[in-house]
Structures are given as structure tokens and as C-alpha cells.
């Protein structure tokens, strides 16, 4: 029996991002990005909250309606942005942009607090406004940032990489409330700087993601797949997938049978013995 390693979910995610740094720079670059605008999107849902609770008077009610708007907005905005993007033939890649161009908007009217007594995430329909303006952002970006990483990775390669992706994900969502929490350890009046941190992390990523080479990218996949094809070939020979498929197939059978867990034909199939009763 071959020796699973303790350490072999970790290693070969190593390798997946090593491989996708030397072979795929466009789509590591995009990783990347993403990893910024994904924390600025959850940094914005924590901050929401906790600004509207200490800086908008808003109620457990209030908190409550706010938090059942983001859900609500984002399958609005998502039909939304998805027909917009049909309407006008707009990319995916580009889609991406405005979308942090438009969220990073609400970076700025928070921002507005310091010049303004008045707006600026003061009022509690400023509160419901966050709400609101966050879903319809959210349910769009995370469509088409998937769609766009779809055409930045080999083909049937597809669960390695969406993988990554969803690690990139969930693993930035610690930075955003630990910078959060080192900014309201000086006091809730700084609490306002972390919109500064939040503009950086939706605004930062549009410029790469803007430039990202397409038609590099599908370059890439190609020599990516060509290399593949031929550490298989050496490994295997010409053997084609099919071959490949039906001689893991017998050796699985050959296996369990030899452990008792399939048995011979002769035993389990009763038209394959004669008999020999007149």
C-alpha cells in the first residue's frame, strides 16, 4: 500500500503556486490581485457594521436590515452587471475594474466625514446606503472574477486552481480586520482611516488587473499543457488517456479481488458454470 505523506495537501499547494509563479505569471499576478480586492470587499463588510453601530446610532433592527440588504443587492446587482456586461459586449477582465471602481466610491464618502459634519457615514440612511451599495458590488465581482480566472487556467485543471483561488479568498479575509483593529486601538475617532486602507486595496488591484496580458496568458496555458503532455508521454509512452484509464481500471479490480472484496465471476455469476443436472 503506498504511503499517503502527512504533509501532502500542503506540498502539492506549494507546488500549484510555484508552478503558476514560473509558468503562468499572468494568472499569478491575477492571484494576487485578487487577494488584495477580496479582503477590501470583507474588510468593508466588518467595518459597515462596526461604523454604523458606533458612528450612525443604528439598533440591533437597523444592524439587521443592513446585514439582510448585502445578500438581496447582490443577486440584484449580479443580473444587473451581467446584463449591463451583454449589453455593451464589456469583457470580463474590464468588468472587474468598474465594479472596484464603483465599490471603491463608498471609500470616498466615508473619507467625506473629515471635511463634513453632515455625510459621511453620519446618518443612519448612510447606513442602509452601505448596505445596499456593497451587495450590489459583491454578488458582481465575485461572478466575474471567477469567470475571468476561468480564462487564465488550463483546461482540466480546473479543481487545482479554483482551489487556489478559494484559499486566496478565505486567506485574506484575517489581514483587512487585523489592520482594522490596530487602527481603533488608537481610538474610535481613528476609525475613520481605515476607509485609506480599504481605497488601497480596491483601487491598488484595478491597475493590474486592467493590465493583464489575455493573449499572453492563453500563450502561457498552451506551452503550460504542451509540457504536461510530454512529462506524461515520458512517463507513460503513448499510451492514449482511454489506455490509461482501462489499465487503472483492472488494476483496481485485480486489487480488490485479490482482498476478497470482488469475487471471481465463477462465484457471483451463476450462468457462468454449467449444469450439470439432467
Given at each position: 500500500q503506498e504511503d499517503v505523506h502527512p504533509w501532502g495537501g500542503l506540498i502539492a499547494f506549494g507546488r500549484t503556486i510555484y508552478s503558476t509563479y514560473n509558468e503562468l505569471p499572468v494568472t499569478f499576478v491575477f492571484i494576487l490581485s485578487y487577494f488584495a480586492y477580496s479582503d477590501g470587499f470583507s474588510t468593508i463588510a466588518g467595518l459597515g457594521l462596526l461604523f454604523a453601530r458606533l458612528n450612525m446610532c443604528a439598533d440591533t433592527t437597523a444592524l439587521f436590515i443592513v446585514a439582510i440588504e448585502a445578500p438581496l443587492f447582490a443577486a440584484i446587482g449580479n443580473y444587473l452587471f451581467l446584463w449591463l456586461s451583454r449589453r455593451y459586449e464589456v469583457p470580463n477582465k474590464k468588468m472587474v475594474v468598474y465594479i472596484l471602481c464603483f465599490i471603491s466610491l463608498l471609500t470616498f464618502w466615508g473619507l467625506l466625514g473629515f471635511v463634513s459634519g453632515t455625510i459621511g457615514f453620519r446618518n443612519l440612511w448612510e447606513a442602509y446606503l452601505l448596505g445596499a451599495w456593497f451587495g450590489l458590488c459583491l454578488g458582481a465581482v465575485q461572478n466575474f472574477s471567477r469567470t475571468l480566472f476561468l480564462e487564465l487556467i488550463p483546461p482540466s485543471h480546473e479543481?487545482?486552481?479554483?482551489?487556489?483561488?478559494?484559499?486566496?479568498?478565505?486567506?485574506?479575509?484575517?489581514?483587512?480586520?487585523?489592520?482594522?483593529?490596530?487602527?481603533?486601538?488608537?481610538?474610535?475617532?481613528?476609525?475613520?482611516?481605515?476607509?485609506?486602507?480599504?481605497?488601497?486595496?480596491?483601487?491598488?488591484?484595478?491597475?493590474?488587473?486592467?493590465?493583464?496580458?489575455?493573449?499572453?496568458?492563453?500563450?502561457?496555458?498552451?506551452?503550460?499543457?504542451?509540457?504536461?503532455?510530454?512529462?506524461?508521454?515520458?512517463?507513460?509512452?503513448?499510451?492514449?488517456?482511454?489506455?490509461?484509464?482501462?489499465?487503472?481500471?483492472?488494476?483496481?479490480?485485480?486489487?480488490?479481488?485479490?482482498?476478497?472484496?470482488?469475487?471471481?465471476?465463477?462465484?457471483?455469476?451463476?450462468?457462468s458454470s454449467k449444469n450439470t443436472e439432467d
Open positions: 479543481s487545482e486552481y479554483f482551489a487556489l483561488y478559494e484559499l486566496t479568498d478565505k486567506g485574506s479575509s484575517w489581514l483587512g480586520p487585523l489592520v482594522v483593529a490596530g487602527i481603533a486601538q488608537a481610538g474610535v475617532g481613528y476609525l475613520r482611516f481605515a476607509f485609506l486602507y480599504i481605497m488601497l486595496m480596491t483601487l491598488g488591484p484595478c491597475y493590474f488587473v486592467w493590465t493583464l496580458d489575455l493573449e499572453r496568458a492563453a500563450a502561457d496555458i498552451s506551452r503550460f499543457e504542451y509540457a504536461r503532455a510530454q512529462t506524461t508521454k515520458a512517463k507513460y509512452g503513448d499510451a492514449s488517456p482511454r489506455d490509461l484509464e482501462d489499465k487503472c481500471d483492472s488494476a483496481v479490480v485485480g486489487k480488490l479481488g485479490q482482498e476478497g472484496v470482488i469475487a471471481t465471476t465463477s462465484e457471483t455469476d451463476p450462468l
